[in-house]
């Protein structure tokens, strides 16, 4: 059996939502490839922390998701730093709401029907068609046991992190960044636990280092007694060890006992920056597909909905002028590092930091910084400190110097790390000379932080 759309978008996450939303509002046919059940897309492994709900792209208004918007009080994160005895509370900027994320993700769904959008359910995605140029022409997918060819004249990858066309397709004559290693993906976990007693701190996203260097637990409040316990840790870790990790805490803290866990849901995330370009002739890959996501807080549906956007967007401008090639498409990579990529790839750079530091260190320089100072340099990617600061923070972290310095010459790479990235070639042609240079950058970044090398 074989269809013919428009526009196939795989994975009906938040990403392949508004991309279809965008494309199918202006009348083209647009189908969205889902392998899960109808009753079971949507159910997405997630902390359920919406940041920039806000501001969100209007192909999907945000009327239409706010029902699932079940905690929109909280303002701060708080960080447990057990070691040092301290807790940190920094201000998180911008509206930000926990979600209850399987409705989110049927409202979604819903508004992206409503533009106009198919979607086929219970269908998986086995491999990508390409035409002897090399362009992507389709895709090939099972469902209920037949073969199922969709023809296109766009694919979107919107099927999540480690994204299998990724695997299918030949990029060899692109552009597009393969560049993809386990080592830039993070795994984490998700329960849903249900307490008696409300939380005192259902105004906050609570976060704690775990025992090992290379992860985190966190504890977000989607009621004050409905709460998303979970954790993130590197992929070379020992996945079920982590997950002691996180029941050892449960255990320990007293608003937990007698709780009840509804749900369990674990996947893997991209913490690296984006993709230096997710375009190929007839293909745009969009939100994890394309390492849409801050490195430093896992948030990534915010990256995805903007991505999605701007994907429909362009995917526009070719059905208008009829071309589909990697030059055509280039826009989108370029909207993508205007909005947001770049402050990611600056942020990515004290991921890499981190993971060379000894994690004790680390949390006592931490606890002995500025609050708003490092709210700022978590969400934008750098932060300015004057000189009273700067001396009040020197007598503060005195036990950390030799951190803090290093840290400050991480902090000098980044900000040029991002300033590079402003830069951004206008069109394909200009993207091998700026990824000399960025690589270099990073060479720098290695050297600086001895960390071992992640692209
Ligand atoms: C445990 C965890 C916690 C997180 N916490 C947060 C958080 O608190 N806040 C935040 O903003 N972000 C968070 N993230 C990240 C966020 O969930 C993602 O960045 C976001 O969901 C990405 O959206 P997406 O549309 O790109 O991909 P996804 O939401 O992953 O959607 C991909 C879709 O593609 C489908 N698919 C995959 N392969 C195929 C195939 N072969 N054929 C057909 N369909 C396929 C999948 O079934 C899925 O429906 C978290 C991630 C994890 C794993």
Not at 251 to 263: I, K
Not at 274 to 302: L, R
Not at 387 to 400: E, G, I, M, P, Y
Not at 427 to 451: H, K, N
């Amino acid at each position: 059996m074989s269809e013919r759309y428009d526009m196939v978008v795989v994975g009906a996450g938040t990403s392949g939502c508004y991309a279809a939303a965008t494309v199918a509002r202006e009348g083209y046919d647009v189908v969205i490839v889902e392998r899960k059940t109808e009753e079971e897309a949507g159910h997405i492994a997630c902390g359920d922390a919406l940041k920039g709900a806000d501001a969100f792209p209007e192909a999907i208004p945000k009327e239409k998701l706010e029902p699932a918007f079940t905690n929109t009080g909280v303002d701060h994160g708080r960080f447990e730093i057990p070691r040092e005895d301290t807790v940190l509370e920094i201000p998180v900027p911008g509206e930000l709401a926990v979600i209850d994320r399987w409705e989110y993700g049927r409202r979604i769904i819903q508004g992206a029907k409503d533009a106009g959008a198919e979607f086929h359910y219970d269908t998986v995605v086995q491999d990508v068609t390409q035409d002897d140029a090399g362009r992507v022409t389709g895709v090939r997918a099972k469902h209920e046991g037949d073969v199922v060819e969709y023809e296109s004249d766009l694919l979107i990858d919107a099927a999540g992190a480690l994204s299998l066309l990724q695997d299918k397709t030949d990029f060899s004559d692109s552009t597009f960044d393969t560049n993809v290693t386990y080592s830039q993906f993070c795994s984490a976990y998700r329960e849903i636990i249900h307490v008696d007693e409300p939380v005192e701190w259902d105004d906050a996203l609570v976060f704690k280092p775990t025992d090992r260097a290379a992860g985190y637990l966190w504890y977000f409040p989607r009621t004050s007694t409905e709460i998303n316990a979970g954790l993130g840790f590197q992929m070379n870790e020992k996945p079920m060890e982590l997950v002691d990790d996180l029941k050892r805490d449960l255990r320990t803290r007293p608003e937990f006992q007698g709780a009840t866990v509804e749900d369990k849901l674990g996947a893997a995330l991209p913490t690296r920056r984006p993709y230096d370009s997710a375009v190929a002739p007839g293909f745009i890959a969009v939100g994890d597909a394309a390492g849409h996501v801050n490195p430093t807080t896992g948030g990534g549906i915010a990256g995805a909905a903007y991505a999605g956007k701007y994907a429909g967007e362009q995917a526009i401008e070719a059905f208008e002028t009829g071309d589909t090639s990697e030059h055509a498409l280039w826009e989108y990579n370029r909207r993508v590092m205007d909005h947001f990529g770049a402050r990611y790839a600056g942020l990515d750079i004290y991921n890499i930091f981190t993971t060379a530091v000894d994690v004790d260190d680390l949390m006592g320089m931490l606890g002995a910084l500025p609050a708003e100072k490092l709210s700022e340099a978590l969400y934008s990617g750098s932060a300015n400190i004057g000189l009273k600061l700067k001396l009040q923070t020197a007598l503060d972290a005195r036990d950390h110097w030799r951190l803090v310095y290093d840290l400050y010459k991480t902090k000098k790479l980044a900000d040029r790390v991002l300033d590079h990235y402003d830069h951004y070639p206008t069109d394909p042609r200009g993207l091998p000379a700026w990824q000399d240079v960025r690589d270099d950058l990073m060479d720098d970044v290695y050297a600086t932080t001895g960390a071992v090398p992640k692209y």
